[in-house]
């Protein structure tokens, strides 16, 4: 559970859009059935050569195969035991933070870098990495030393329940307690402890302090809120925390009218409220779908908006999927053109825009449209923490078995 909760962290999107394991089981059992009755790929100038064993190809009952490591790779293309497994794309001050923070547990670096991030977007994402990295940070530490005496085995506990580590070298997330202790002013540092409460509960929701955790982090998302109060990120914060409190609509639509005033057109935080609304949690399918469709109507220019329905529809994806025609309907078919055109017209460089290149993937090679689909590996290629991929047993391999289809079937 830790390490799925660090990727899904280090995503974004961090469980918003996470699928019943069951589904997915079904699903990969399905594709995988779908993929042996099709034909053997034409072998293209860059696979291995007769005699090399290692090329990319497809597993005998048909699975897309990752290669492994050491073997032929397209030109171009990361080999699989190189993929990044923690963003969907590259944020190299993001990873040189979290390198330097967690090898000193020096906090100064992370609150520079969220004070020099003035995007919404990009500072939401920021703040859900290092959560997601401390959170992991003290669950390893824990795992490795067991819990503090004064607390219960089993119960990680807010952060401020740890002790004070002794052994400079010793990693147990002790940064971010120092931090909020030496600026507790410092709305980054506020809103960075309030999301890693939100992991804290979500990695443990049958614990008797699950709701405890997430009162708390509503408080703490608050005091961020007071801080900085035209950041949307302590607002998208508590839409995690009605979640999992299962707040009323009328008070979810009063936090979401909050995120809105400050940022309207924030795919972050249409994602987490995209999630409330489905049929998993508060919501019906009718509604999840709905308010995609009405989020992607009403979005303004260069927005990633229009994508938001290819996210409901795979947030409700039925359970049982038989033919890949399911995938070429309609619905699915119209959901794809509207995420390719925000794709197209989207300003430069948004920063969630390798999520939606990510999920566009998963539908092109399913609906069989591979040469759309290569587009998308050509893209993104290098970074797999996103979803689909962080709802399999393995990113990686889930990943590359897709592009093999995408590259291998153009």
Same mark, same amino acid.
Do not use: C
């Given at each position: 559970m830790e390490a799925l909760l660090l990727m899904i962290a280090l995503t974004v999107i961090f469980g918003v859009l996470v699928m019943p394991a069951l589904r997915r089981r079904k699903e990969r059992m399905e594709f995988q059935q779908a993929a042996e009755n099709a034909e053997s790929r034409t072998r293209r100038p860059w696979d291995a050569g007769p005699d090399d064993q290692q090329g990319i190809s497809l597993r005998k009952e048909g699975e897309?195969? %990752?290669?492994?490591? @050491? &073997? !032929?790779? $397209?030109?171009?293309?990361?080999? !699989?035991e190189e993929l990044d497994l923690r963003l969907p794309g590259p944020d190299d001050a993001l990873v040189a933070t979290l390198e330097e923070v967690q090898r000193t547990q020096n906090w100064r670096p992370a609150g520079q870098l969220l004070a020099l991030t003035d995007d919404h977007e990009l500072r939401w994402q920021r703040v859900q990495s290092l959560a997601? %990295?401390?959170?992991?940070?003290?669950?390893?530490?824990?795992?490795?030393t067991g819990p503090p005496e004064d607390t219960p085995a089993g119960d990680a506990g807010p952060? /401020?329940?740890? &002790?004070?580590?002794? /052994?400079?070298?010793?990693? /147990?997330? #002790?940064?971010?307690?120092?931090?909020r202790m030496d600026e507790p002013n410092d709305p980054g540092g506020a809103e960075v402890y309030a999301q890693f409460l939100v992991w804290q509960a979500m990695s443990d929701t049958g614990s008797a302090d699950h709701r405890i955790i997430l009162e708390e982090a509503r408080s703490v998302a608050a005091e961020a809120a007071r801080l900085a109060p035209q950041d $949307?990120? $302590?607002?998208?914060?508590?839409?995690?925390?009605?979640? @999992?409190?299962?707040? #009323?609509? $009328? /008070?979810?639509? %009063?936090?979401w009218a909050e995120v809105t005033r400050r940022s309207r057109d924030h795919m972050g935080a249409h994602l987490a409220a995209l999630t409330y609304w489905s049929e998993k949690w508060s919501g019906s399918k009718d509604e999840a779908y709905g308010?995609?469709?009405?989020? %992607? @109507?009403?979005a303004p220019p260069h927005s990633l908006l229009p994508a938001l329905p290819l996210f409901a529809v795979y947030d409700h994806l039925p359970d049982v999927q038989l033919s890949p025609r399911m995938y070429q309907g309609a619905v699915i078919a119209d959901a794809i053109e509207a995420a390719q055109y925000a794709l197209g017209q989207v300003r430069p460089e948004h920063s969630m825009e390798a999520h939606v290149r990510h999920l566009l993937l998963y539908f092109l090679v399913r609906a069989e449209r591979y040469a759309e689909a290569a587009e998308q590996v050509r893209a993104i290629d290098g970074y797999v923490g996103a979803v689909p991929w962080v709802n399999s047993e393995n990113p990686r391999s889930e990943y590359a078995g897709y592009r093999a289809m995408a590259i291998g079937r153009q």
């Amino acid at each position: 559970m830790e390490a799925l909760l660090l990727m899904i962290a280090l995503t974004v999107i961090f469980g918003v859009l996470v699928m019943p394991a069951l589904r997915r089981r079904k699903e990969r059992m399905e594709f995988q059935q779908a993929a042996e009755n099709a034909e053997s790929r034409t072998r293209r100038p860059w696979d291995a050569g007769p005699d090399d064993q290692q090329g990319i190809s497809l597993r005998k009952e048909g699975e897309p195969q %990752a290669t492994s490591p @050491g &073997s !032929v790779t $397209p030109q171009g293309l990361v080999p !699989v035991e190189e993929l990044d497994l923690r963003l969907p794309g590259p944020d190299d001050a993001l990873v040189a933070t979290l390198e330097e923070v967690q090898r000193t547990q020096n906090w100064r670096p992370a609150g520079q870098l969220l004070a020099l991030t003035d995007d919404h977007e990009l500072r939401w994402q920021r703040v859900q990495s290092l959560a997601g %990295a401390a959170a992991m940070e003290l669950a390893q530490w824990q795992t490795a030393t067991g819990p503090p005496e004064d607390t219960p085995a089993g119960d990680a506990g807010p952060l /401020d329940s740890v &002790s004070l580590a002794k /052994d400079e070298q010793q990693r /147990d997330a #002790r940064w971010l307690r120092t931090w909020r202790m030496d600026e507790p002013n410092d709305p980054g540092g506020a809103e960075v402890y309030a999301q890693f409460l939100v992991w804290q509960a979500m990695s443990d929701t049958g614990s008797a302090d699950h709701r405890i955790i997430l009162e708390e982090a509503r408080s703490v998302a608050a005091e961020a809120a007071r801080l900085a109060p035209q950041d $949307p990120v $302590p607002h998208i914060t508590e839409l995690f925390v009605a979640r @999992g409190l299962d707040y #009323r609509k $009328p /008070d979810f639509e %009063a936090v979401w009218a909050e995120v809105t005033r400050r940022s309207r057109d924030h795919m972050g935080a249409h994602l987490a409220a995209l999630t409330y609304w489905s049929e998993k949690w508060s919501g019906s399918k009718d509604e999840a779908y709905g308010f995609a469709q009405s989020a %992607a @109507g009403s979005a303004p220019p260069h927005s990633l908006l229009p994508a938001l329905p290819l996210f409901a529809v795979y947030d409700h994806l039925p359970d049982v999927q038989l033919s890949p025609r399911m995938y070429q309907g309609a619905v699915i078919a119209d959901a794809i053109e509207a995420a390719q055109y925000a794709l197209g017209q989207v300003r430069p460089e948004h920063s969630m825009e390798a999520h939606v290149r990510h999920l566009l993937l998963y539908f092109l090679v399913r609906a069989e449209r591979y040469a759309e689909a290569a587009e998308q590996v050509r893209a993104i290629d290098g970074y797999v923490g996103a979803v689909p991929w962080v709802n399999s047993e393995n990113p990686r391999s889930e990943y590359a078995g897709y592009r093999a289809m995408a590259i291998g079937r153009q």
